[in-house]
């Protein structure tokens, strides 16, 4: 029979203490990244309709190239806008900690 190494009860209490926060951490960071997600797309539509309207009243003023522009520019826009609010929210999910469950087609754990 091969000897068995004892736990004290104590020691496995407290790694499965461990192990449960370990669970609730990952299943904030997840629970965290499906919520932001769903916001964004309903902000970011909401802010469409008036980015929109803010850049066809600003192509009207512009003269050849108006519409051309308009379109850059509101493109530019969005594309700022979104590099900086994936930035901060990168960096508040590394303050909060976690591990984010993604799944890979083919791939389960």
């Given amino acids: 029979m091969a ?3 004892k736990v004290k009860p104590e020691q ?4 499965e203490i461990r192990r449960a926060v370990r669970e609730v ?3 904030f960071a997840s629970t965290a990244s499906l919520i932001i997600s769903a916001l964004t797309l309903v902000a970011g539509l909401a802010w469409n309709d008036v980015a929109k309207a803010y850049f066809s009243k600003l192509k009207e003023h512009l003269s050849g190239w108006g519409e051309t522009v308009g379109l850059f520019l509101y493109a530019l826009v969005v594309t700022i806008i979104a590099v900086v ?3 901060r929210l990168r960096q508040i999910q590394k303050v909060v900690g976690g591990k ?3 799944k ?3 791939k389960i754990k």
């Fill in 3 to 5: 000897e068995e190494k």
């Fill in 12 to 15: 496995r209490v407290k790694a």
């Fill in 25 to 27: 951490k990952d299943t």
């Fill in 85 to 87: 609010i994936i930035h």
């Fill in 100 to 102: 984010s469950i993604k």
């Fill in 104 to 106: 890979t087609p083919g």
